[in-house]
């Protein structure tokens, strides 16, 4: 399978903790994306990287890639209960197909 | 700017019946994509049009499932016959900039199979 495997499947913290998720692939990409899913609803695009670009930050997230490893990480700093979703990496071949993970389910405490 | 619009947004059948979902693009994406997700996994793709035509569809199963996308504007996927085993949500994204990447998702189509 081309999907990649997220870490962990579950992950509950306290609201005002950081969240950190992990997401490994297999095969040769041109990027690497986060999307966020609110139950029930459809996926909502976070944040992407590029193949050639090591971090990214975009206001209370960070991403890492190392291509090296086929691996990336998302970070989310000082949590809120509204950050409470599933969240899905998807990597982007050099065929613009996008696969994506299995997925994290982060829930935040109030 | 509308978003991916999908319906029905929920569909109880039973097995053997058959389905079609509808999936109307955001206006001038040329890239549309179908996804099957079951519940707790990620999503997967099932078939991938640009434009009108198909780019990947390795992952349909081709005897039961067909899609379309007529006039490189909305998109159907129907089911025939259902099985059990297809109950999940079919997702319809749509992506017009390659050089982003960015999908846009509908909300959405649960199929309940009985």
């Known amino acids: 399978s081309q999907q990649g495997e997220e870490d962990p499947q579950a992950l509950s913290i306290q609201e005002g903790e950081n969240a950190t998720m992990n997401c490994s692939y297999k095969t040769s990409i041109n990027n690497l994306q986060w999307y966020r899913q609110n139950s029930g609803r459809g996926l909502v695009h976070l944040i992407l990287i590029r193949s050639n670009e090591r971090e990214k930050h975009s206001g209370r997230l960070r991403v890492t890639l190392d291509t090296s490893k086929k691996s990336s990480s998302l970070l989310i700093t000082a949590s809120r209960a509204a950050d409470t979703a599933s969240y899905f990496c998807a990597t982007e071949d050099t065929g613009n197909q996008f696969y994506f993970g299995t997925g994290t389910s982060l829930t935040v405490i109030p | 700017e509308a978003g991916v619009a999908q319906s029905p947004r929920y569909k109880i059948i039973e097995k053997r019946q058959s389905v079609a979902f509808w999936c109307n693009p955001i206006?001038?994406?040329?890239?549309l994509y179908w996804y099957q997700q079951i519940l707790g996994q990620g999503p997967k793709l099932l078939i991938q049009f640009q434009n009108n035509g198909v780019v990947d569809d390795s992952q349909l199963p081709k005897d039961r499932f067909s899609a379309e996308r007529l006039k490189g504007v909305d998109s159907t996927l129907k089911i025939q016959p259902a099985k059990l085993e297809d109950s999940a949500v079919y997702l319809c994204?749509?992506?017009?900039?390659?050089?982003?990447?960015?999908?846009?998702f509908g909300e959405g189509s649960r199929l309940t199979v009985l």
């Open positions: 994204a749509s992506s017009g900039y390659l050089d982003t990447g960015e999908l846009f």
């Open positions: 206006s001038g994406h040329a890239t």
